[in-house]
């Protein structure tokens, strides 16, 4: 197997999905990809709120902080791998049992951090997702040929400072594209 060191690198991007993509989940989706190698891709629609909120996911764990945390935080779609599994993103460290994935972008997967991210959440600082997107090699580059997305450089603020459907519109005016713009067929000419 020869190795494409020239093949695109989607690590640090928003995947806006474009109008043809129709697949369910990442239908006008908004996908953050945390990490992109020769294996693959991985990363989280941060634009989908679930009918759940995160107080009632944090009720069900037995989390003694529940009670604190407002009842209108959602919890997010974060894609269709293991969407059993919940994650927390937020743009500080919240505790010593978080990674910085990127720059200014923490992930935690352990539970144990949850009872000290209520304040990260209610201020915004934070988002819980459940599931995540993966992409097996080469599939993200076939699908960014297919033209299934358009990428945008991650920026905190369209994650942490807008709510979650006004976040692929943020994304895409860090390019100056108003989402009325992109057609169907985009680059089938």
């Given at each position: 197997?020869?190795?494409?060191?020239?093949?695109?690198?989607?690590?640090?991007?928003?995947l806006v999905s474009m109008p043809d993509l129709r697949d369910g989940?990442?239908?006008?989706?908004?996908?953050?990809?945390?990490?992109?190698?020769?294996?693959?891709?991985?990363?989280?629609?941060?634009?989908?709120?679930?009918?759940?909120?995160?107080?009632?996911?944090?009720?069900?764990?037995?989390?003694?902080?529940?009670?604190?945390?407002?009842?209108?935080?959602?919890?997010?779609?974060?894609g269709p791998v293991e969407p059993q599994r919940g994650f927390l993103l937020s743009n500080h460290p919240i505790?010593?049992?978080?990674?910085?994935?990127?720059?200014?972008?923490?992930?935690?997967?352990?539970?144990?951090?949850?009872?000290?991210?209520?304040?990260?959440?209610?201020?915004?600082?934070?988002?819980?997702?459940?599931?995540?997107?993966?992409?097996?090699?080469?599939?993200?580059?076939?699908?960014?040929?297919?033209?299934?997305?358009?990428?945008?450089?991650?920026?905190?603020?369209?994650?942490?400072?807008?709510?979650?459907?006004?976040?692929?519109?943020?994304?895409?005016?860090?390019?100056?594209?108003?989402?009325?713009?992109?057609?169907?067929?985009?680059?089938?000419?």
């Open positions: 197997m020869e190795l494409h060191t020239d093949s695109p690198q989607f690590q640090g991007q928003f989940v990442f239908e006008s989706s908004l996908v953050l990809v945390c990490e992109h190698n020769d294996t693959g891709a991985m990363g989280f629609i941060v634009n989908k709120p679930t009918d759940f909120s995160v107080q009632e996911i944090f009720e069900q764990l037995g989390i003694d902080t529940a009670a604190y945390l407002d009842p209108d935080v959602p919890v997010m779609t974060g505790s010593d049992d978080v990674v910085e994935v990127l720059d200014g972008l923490f992930l935690a997967s352990s539970p144990d951090v949850l009872p000290n991210a209520v304040d990260a959440l209610n201020q915004g600082d934070a988002i819980f997702v459940l599931g995540y997107s993966g992409w097996s090699e080469g599939q993200l580059e076939q699908e960014m040929q297919g033209n299934a997305w358009l990428n945008v450089p991650w920026d905190a603020d369209v994650v942490f400072q807008f709510p979650s459907a006004d976040r692929q519109r943020a994304a895409l005016a860090q390019l100056g594209i108003d989402p009325i713009q992109i057609s169907q067929g985009a680059g089938h000419a």
